[in-house]
């Protein structure tokens, strides 16, 4: 049994991304955590793909975006292809150009993801303790006694918190007692990463339609390597030690091409769930990832998911364990969480189930009216960002949480939303930069927006300095023609103020006409919960 200390505050069991990001998160924050995980090592099959926008802001504010991007490329888009002949394609290139500074869909492997968070994690001398499993959990109103085992030898671990990262058998969840509502998909599918020989294009995700069957052809990294999902026949459902030869067959007519696999790296069957818990939280224990919520791969959200719930979760908890704030901003976690899982759930299976199913009427939409639709929607510039938003999950907001707070005017843009990512020219520095860079350290961040006196810009630094030295960033942003399409954004007219505070997690938690120290106090001390 490798060494473990007898008390951790955080015990993470799961090194899969969430779990990884949910340590890197807390060791960012000032808090090491304890994480271990059932398996030899991290994993080398790629699983999911894609990693969208809203995640490649949070490994910018890792400070590992540089190798996250040169490891991956970008989608170029889909093609949607019935019977083998070429229906809809969708170009997906730079479609949010000025929504983030990620505009486009990022193919980058779970064992990338993996592998680029441990980096961090050894950097931060945190090791994952591999081959160790969590046995039993107990948990009182102060700690959370576990039982670990390591081979034929057991330890016993006293933690201020557990987070289940630990995937849709989650140990964790099973021994709270949480049930795991859904269900399965009727059908069978297969994974395979194979190498072509065929001239695909390396950029385009192909979506290949039939009558009984569904392959999807997603393009990885490297060279003429791809990922193919696909609906198993009916024939194969019931034979065993099932190969890439056995499916080929089928393959080939459902693409109407004779396919050439160079190379096989990884072939599996597999079933497809959509299930959610029922909380995702009890007590000192919380689920993150798909310990809290499983879905269909439409989209490629599941991964992206499980890295917010992550984020959402690592900054509240570290803020605690460090005595920054009240231990009830935990429960805030669930109440944030659970709505944007529900939807997510709603939302892939309904396309999930449209795109596998086999019923003459789900046919004659995919042949007769899906093609004319996606051409008609993404014709739509309106329509095509909208799609942009959802699928990188840069729309979502917390906007009915507790620990957000909207005064003054109703604007487009709310307490609760995602900060817009926005290009500033830094006047004293002159140097452009952008409002999420003054937002990567550590802590809540106040934004001052407008014409403010020095004097007062100086009482306002003397009051963070004195009150939240080590929690309160502070930025301001006087009126110039460099920066007008910031004060555009938030509706900031000639004249007028506005104070922004963001959350660590990059979503507006404040929100003001009135740049004036007391409702900001009043927030930060009454509404977040920071300790005096």
Known sequence: MISLPQHTTVLIVGAGPSGLMMAAQLLRNGVQP???????????????????????EIYRQLGVIDKVISGGKQAGGVTLNEDGKQVATLLVQDLGNTQTLFPFIHLYEQSKNERILLEYLTQACCPVYWETSLTTLKQNKDSVTVTLQNGETTANLNCSYVV?????????RKQLGIHFSGDTYQHKFYLADIKLGNDFDGDIVNLFLS???????????EERLF????????????KQDLSMDDVMPYLNTTTATDIKV???????IYKLHHRMADKFSDQRCFLVGDA??????????????????????????AAVINGQIKENILTSYAVERIPVARELLNTTDRIFNIITSRSWFSGLIKRYIMPKAL???WSNKNLRETFFKRISQTSINYRDSKINLQLGSVTSIKAGDRLPYLPIFDEKKQSNTDIH????????????????????????????????????????????????????????????????????????????????????????????????
């Open 34 to 56: 304890v994480i271990i995980d059932t398996r030899l090592g991290p994993t080398n099959q790629s699983k999911a793909l894609a990693v969208q926008a809203r995640s490649l």
């Open 164 to 172: 289940g990262a630990d995937g849709a058998h989650s140990v964790v």
């Open 211 to 221: 009558k009984k069957d569904f392959a999807g052809f997603f393009p990885l990294p």
């Open 227 to 238: 990922r193919i999902v696909a609906s198993l026949p009916d024939e194969l459902e019931d």
């Open 262 to 268: 160079e190379q096989v790296n990884w072939f599996t």
């Open 292 to 317: 809290a919520h499983i879905h269909s791969p439409a989209g490629g959200q599941g991964m992206n998911t499980g890295l917010q719930d992550a984020y959402n979760l690592a900054w509240k908890m």
């Open 375 to 377: 051409k008609l929607f």
């Open 437 to 532: 860079a003054w937002c990567s350290k550590p802590g809540f961040t106040l934004i001052t927006l407008g014409e403010i006196s020095e004097v007062y810009l100086f009482t306002l630094a003397k009051w963070i300095t004195q009150n939240y030295a080590s929690s309160l960033n502070f930025f301001h942003l006087p009126p110039s023609v460099n920066n007008q399409n910031v004060f555009n954004t938030f509706e900031i007219n000639a004249g007028t103020r506005k104070a922004l505070i963001i959350r660590p997690d990059m979503h507006i938690g404040y929100m003001n006409d009135i740049v004036d120290i007391e409702p900001m106090n009043n927030y930060l001390r009454n509404v977040v919960g920071f300790i005096a």
